[in-house]
T-cell receptor, first 114, second 115 residues
Framework: TQLLEQSPQFLSIQEGENLTVYCNSS?????LQWYRQEPGEGPVLLVT?????EVKKLKRLTFQFGDARKDSSLHITAAQTGDTGLYLC??????????????FGQGTILTVHP | DTEVTQTPKHLVMGMTNKKSLKCEQH?????MYWYKQKAKKPPELMFV???????INESVPSRFSPECPNSSLLNLHLHALQPEDSALYLC??????????????FGSGTRLTVV
């Protein structure tokens, strides 16, 4: 069974601060996806990282995929109240018995205070 | 059209009722999924359909019955549910079931309450 350990589980910060969320596993994934979910809505895809060592930037968000494709991080610079939400990392597999499955981390509930 | 549309948004049903959740996408995606999500927890996979055929059933109780009438539609039929089945039910789609390089597009979900 593949597991993704996501940390921290809860994060409460002031507007303007920086933060990093981590996603770690002992398993190799074909890709790592990051989602953001607001209450009462479905998760929204932020980014997919595929290549080991890959770094992607989305405005104030920076995503990194580990060289061994087992871990990933999300860094937010100068957080805003609009960044509040549940952040989920998810690992995808291209084959084997896990074909078609996403393995989700436990999520990080981020609250940004004004 | 880049959306997954789920109906209804909210559903309250008794334990003896039969109801159905509906999901629709027009992005040409060939894989569709049902997930169950409890509050502040990650989504849990229930079913995967690939090219309109059921490819994964995560040992879901038979009171949940999925159906894929065509490549754009996915239904989840509910019968004799228990209060612990109350949750947000999410539908998602992706271009292919591998999900390797493809992100998933999720619908807004159906908030189900079983009384």
């Amino acid at each position: 069974t593949q597991l993704l350990e996501q940390s921290p589980q809860f994060l409460s910060i002031q507007e303007g601060e920086n933060l990093t969320v981590y996603c770690n596993s002992s398993s190799v994934f074909s890709s790592l996806q990051w989602y953001r979910q607001e209450p009462g809505e479905g998760p929204v895809l932020l980014v997919t990282v595929v290549t080991g060592g890959e770094v992607k930037k989305l405005k104030r968000l920076t995503f990194q995929f580990g060289d061994a494709r087992k871990d990933s991080s999300l860094h937010i610079t100068a957080a805003q109240t609009g960044d509040t939400g549940l952040y989920l990392c998810a690992g995808a597999n291209a084959g084997g018995t896990s074909y078609g499955k996403l393995t989700f981390g436990q999520g990080t509930i981020l609250t940004v205070h004004p | 059209d880049t959306e997954v549309t789920q109906t209804p948004k909210h559903l309250v049903m008794g334990m003896t009722n039969k109801k159905s959740l509906k999901c629709e996408q027009h992005m040409g995606h060939r894989a569709m999924y049902w997930y169950k999500q409890k509050a502040k927890k990650p989504p849990e996979l229930m079913f995967v359909y690939s090219y309109e055929k059921l490819s994964i059933n995560e040992s879901v109780p038979s009171r949940f019955s999925p159906e894929c009438p065509n490549s754009s539609l996915l239904n989840l039929h509910l019968h004799a549910l228990q209060p612990e089945d109350s949750a947000l039910y999410l539908c998602a789609s992706s271009p292919a079931a591998s999900g390797s390089n493809y992100g998933y597009t999720f619908g807004s979900g159906t908030r189900l309450t079983v009384v």
